[in-house]
């Protein structure tokens, strides 16, 4: 699927968690949602980017954004990861990689030379609508967090 840009509606998606629940788009309606993908839960940099979504709660908290990430770990996988981190917010289990083409998160990566398929570290910020306000792909993991804030100062 092509990239999602500012003003699309976020397609839905219903996945297990970590806890074993299902979480959905819907549940997030009337309050704007952090959505974000990343490749592998407990690597350097997926341990980056949700320790600072993790740190940033209370910020986004106040500025009514909930935040939830997504990886193609099985919810042991994403149980072991949230403990070891005490992350706090849902981390959904997306094996089939079909929210992450959903969302345009899942394509073409090379690494030492190397081209194969994977998740595409992206973060998109939706509105109390279901509408995206802001994309990210490739963003950096230390990254996530000040974009989801400079689009809100800026609104």
Known sequence: ???????????????????????????????????????????????????????AAAELKELNVAAVGISPDTPASQRRFDGKHHLDFPLLSDPDHEVAQAYGAWGKKSMYGKTYEGIIRSSFLIDEKGRIMQVSYKVKPEDTVPRVKETLNAG
């Open 1 to 55: 699927m092509a990239e999602l840009k500012v003003g699309d509606k976020a397609p839905s998606f219903s996945l297990n968690d970590q806890d074993g629940k299902t979480v959905s788009l819907a549940d997030f309606k009337g309050r704007k949602l952090l959505l974000y993908f990343y490749p592998k839960a407990d690597t350097p940099g997926c341990t980056k980017q949700a320790c600072s979504v993790r740190d």
